[in-house]
């Protein structure tokens, strides 16, 4: 059963940049067929999608959140990172890391639990 | 950016009730919508999967349609597992968007 386990600083302060990192287990994330990536949501608030990274590299990000992201996966340690600049309050949410299927119908099949990041002084 | 609008925002209803949910995308995504349900504290989980596809180990009385710009999800007889949140996705094009979400609430 694949599993995502998210992880990171839970508190960043404004202006800092915000770093977590996703380990999978039970499975590979080096195979075709997957894109790798972010979705977060605001306390109270709704699902916004961050990015995310095919296995060849290739990656996709949020018009919104473009000049400030990096997703990246590294294949050896079966992990995906995210890097968020320069936040702001703003950027508190609980971050979640997703697997989505490639082409049609591209649904999120699998989610980590989730980590909350608080961006305060 | 594909805007995905859901209906109502929340909903109150009893244990039994027959619940419709409906979401609409601001240009034709064919079938690249899918739905997921949120538990408070909770991940959200995938339910439905290319409209009306029901993901593997969902309940059947979870059911969904639609295409082009307006969806429907449905429970047939509400369970007390089924008090949660529900978000609506398109997946047509990037950014992803995903619906403000339907709170189902108990009566």
């Known amino acids: 059963q694949l599993q995502l386990q998210e992880s990171g600083p839970g508190l960043v302060k404004p202006s800092e940049t915000l770093s977590l990192t996703c380990t999978v287990s039970?499975?590979?994330?080096?195979?075709?067929?997957?894109?790798w990536g972010w979705v977060r949501q605001p306390p109270g608030k709704g699902l916004e999608w961050i990015g995310s990274m095919y296995y060849t590299g290739t990656t996709n990000y949020n018009p919104s959140l473009r000049s400030r992201v990096t997703i990246s996966v590294d294949t050896s340690k079966i992990q995906i990172s995210l890097r968020l600049t320069s936040v702001t309050a703003a950027d508190t949410a609980v971050y979640y890391c997703?697997?989505?299927?490639?082409?049609?119908?591209?649904?999120?099949?699998?989610w980590g639990q989730g980590t909350l990041v608080t961006v305060s002084s | 950016d594909i805007q995905m609008t859901q209906s109502p925002s929340s909903l109150s209803a009893s244990v039994g009730d027959r619940v419709t949910i409906s979401c609409r995308a601001s240009q034709s995504i064919s079938s690249y919508l899918n739905w997921y349900q949120q538990k408070p504290g909770k991940a959200p989980e995938l339910l439905i999967y290319a409209a009306s596809s029901l993901q593997s180990g969902v309940p059947s009385r979870f059911s969904a349609s639609g295409s082009g710009t307006d969806f429907t999800l449905t429970i047939s007889s509400l369970q007390p597992e089924d008090f949660a949140t529900y978000y609506c996705q398109q997946s047509y094009s990037t950014p992803l968007t995903f619906g403000g979400g339907t709170k189902v609430q108990i009566k």
């Open positions: 039970g499975g590979s994330i080096s195979s075709s067929g997957y894109h």
């Open positions: 997703t697997r989505r299927g490639a082409g049609y119908p591209g649904q999120m099949d699998y």
